[in-house]
């Protein structure tokens, strides 16, 4: 597991959060995190748009490097999730327009990006004694499972216009966000665990 991918994996949640912090304070008007979605901050004729732009690039770029990272992941698992970064960086390209909603390409591509991001962990997993906690096949599995409820809950409340739409897309997001930093941790303590202990004492002979 290189340094690099801790460097990106730990950077990913740091730009989600503070790009939609950051973006939500220079607002002309108040804005509702609760009611307000990320999207809405990088859309077209938001106040300065490019903080939430350039964080959703970041993020994307962080999880596309991530995924080149993560060699003690499965390739499926890290296709998916490179997949997910790239579906970010086009999220930020194709804005929605303020006032009037999504985009068919923001739309195709934020929905790409949140189900990638979902369930790389459940292709990502693999068997044997020494595969880092964060991809075992149970812990994939109840990570996929939460990104799922989580992304369901943002889905039924975007479709239904309900009034926690932008808390629902912020849990999420941030859960995405920080999964990969989680798995990139485990992997890292794995290996150096595996330098530090002593090596294994030839048996003797009878």
Known sequence: MPWWGLVSSAAAPVLMVGGWTV????QAHSFDPVTGTISALAAVGATDRWVMTLAL???GVCHLVTGLALRPAAAAGRLILITGGVAAMMVAANPEVAGAGGTAPHTFWATLGFT???VWPAAGWRRGAAVPYGLRPAVCAVA???QL???AWFDTEAIGQGGQVGMAE??????QAAWPLVVVLTCRWNQSRAHTQPPARPALMS
């Open 23 to 26: 973006a939500a304070s220079l």
């Open 57 to 59: 690039l970041g993020v």
């Open 116 to 118: 990638a991001l979902a």
């Open 144 to 146: 996929t499972g939460v």
């Open 149 to 151: 409820c989580l992304l």
């Open 170 to 175: 912020r849990v999420l997001a941030g859960t």
